[in-house]
């Protein structure tokens, strides 16, 4: 378990997500956040977790034809995008751990939350015709999943307490199921909100659109899991087929990732450092774990089952979310081998830099006579993202890299045992000291997630 588990609460996020109203936002909150956890993971070689808690836009529970995730995928993405960024960001001008002794590992839960019903409904505020990606998770459910916060980040504006207060109250009523002391209330500085209307972003590459995907495939290689990783897992898992109020659906949704076993050729630099198959699908999976999986206490957790003869590359390990949703993590020679060796897939998440591999995974399943995959862009998490032209100056080194690419990760490591200078927050995690501290195992360390995500969408 980690030294501090912090859960942040943001107010809905400025609309359109710019990096300047992103950064006035956010910039306060997630800085003293991150540095209340910092630190207590530098006394301690355990680290700490960090929530985000984010409302995500788009789900208006008074319109009866609402967009469907296909239809909102540019502007959450946009959202997340911003976000990520930000983060890398303030990591590197403050000098807070991503990877080693003293690491802060930060990812974003999209969670709705509608301000307009407040207190009076006691939970019960999503309408049976509203459903949501899977991703995206009730404020009350949320509240009263398994997650031992220690520290609960309050955001000291009138909406960051509208939103404290229903947590509270749902916490009131599922307090009694838990087994630990609980949370302690912490405030922090909130920024400056900026809100006019935003034009609609659709972020998919093909005229004919399906409503729901139920086989979505991802691929790449994983390595030191990073900023740009979490965003492209995370949009993935807002394709997949909603979840229907009772928690059934038509049928199962599936995730496949395509891991490959080793890096692509035009990313063989310092490949000696790159990690396993093994511990990067697992990273891949805890994390997913983190923004997916929100059982309550005396709920079953998800059964992990591996398969030793499954895919191109000889080897699978299923995670299966109890009866909706499964997570496939495969070994695969060329990343993406799953969208063509499985006509049942429907859909494939790609990053900005994979274009070319999209059309190649349609043209060979047209070969087939199979049908086209709607095609997804997710993306690059950079500098670029930041605010000003002075933040992306600042941002061009190399500590900030290693937050969003896993070959600087890996050039770091070569310089640090070829004797070059390298600060200690900076150092390479050894994967298997986080196995000793109990990142790795049972479903509390899934929930409590993956600690290596210094690196980037390869």
Not at 34 to 54: N, P
Not at 367 to 391: I, N, P
Not at 400 to 427: C, I, V
Request: proline share 7%.
């Amino acid at each position: 378990m980690a030294a501090a588990y912090g859960l942040l609460l943001l107010p809905p996020p400025p609309s359109p997500p710019s990096p300047p109203a992103l950064k006035a936002a956010l910039d306060p909150p997630l800085t003293s956040a991150l540095a209340r956890l910092a630190k207590i993971a530098i006394t301690s070689s355990k680290g700490a977790i960090l929530d985000l808690a984010i409302p995500c836009p788009g789900f208006d529970p008074n319109e009866q034809d609402g967009e469907t995730p296909a239809q909102l995928f540019g502007r959450v993405q946009r959202l997340l995008a911003g976000i990520y960024s930000l983060l890398a960001f303030i990591y590197d001008r403050d000098s807070i751990g991503s990877s080693g002794e003293g690491v802060v590992d930060a990812r974003i839960l999209l969670i709705y939350y509608n301000p307009v019903e407040g207190l009076a409904r006691d939970g019960r505020d999503i309408p049976l015709s509203l459903e949501l990606p899977p991703c995206v998770v009730e404020l009350s459910t949320l509240t009263r999943s398994r997650r031992r916060w220690t520290h609960v980040f309050v955001v000291e504006s009138e909406p960051g307490e509208d939103i404290y207060q229903q947590f509270k109250l749902f916490a009131a009523g599922g307090i009694s199921e838990r087994s630990w002391p609980g949370w302690k209330a912490e405030r922090v500085r909130g920024g400056l909100q900026i809100r006019v209307a935003e034009k609609a972003e659709l972020g998919v590459q093909i005229t004919e659109r399906r409503a729901a995907h139920y086989d979505i495939v991802i691929g790449g290689a994983y390595d030191h899991l990073h900023f740009g990783h979490k965003l492209v897992l995370t949009m993935t898992a807002f394709l997949a087929k909603p979840l229907s109020n009772s928690g059934n659906m038509r049928e199962p949704s599936r995730i496949v990732i395509g891991i490959t076993e080793e890096d692509p050729p035009n990313n063989e630099k310092y490949s000696q450092y790159m990690e396993s198959w093994e511990v990067r699908q697992k990273n891949v999976v805890d994390f997913l774990l983190a923004i997916l999986e929100f059982t309550p206490p005396g709920i079953s957790p998800p059964e992990v089952s591996q398969k030793s003869e499954l895919g191109p590359g000889g080897k699978a390990v299923i995670t299966k979310l109890h009866s909706y949703l499964s997570i496939e993590g495969v070994a695969a020679p060329y990343p993406y081998d799953p969208a063509m060796s499985n006509e049942k897939i429907w859909a494939l998440v790609i990053s900005g830099r994979s274009r070319g591999d999209a059309k190649e995974v349609n043209d060979r399943r047209a070969e087939r006579g199979w049908h086209r995959l709607d095609v997804f862009e997710v993306y690059v998490v950079d500098a670029e993202s930041l605010d000003t032209d002075e933040d992306i100056e600042k941002a061009k080194s190399t500590s900030f890299k290693t937050k969003l690419s896993s070959t600087e990760t890996r050039k770091k490591m070569h310089e640090t045992l070829q004797g070059s200078y390298l600060p200690a927050k900076d150092l390479p995690i050894n994967i298997q000291e986080v196995n000793d501290n109990g990142i790795s195992g049972d479903l509390s360390s899934h929930i409590l997630g993956s600690r290596g995500h210094t690196a980037g969408v390869e």
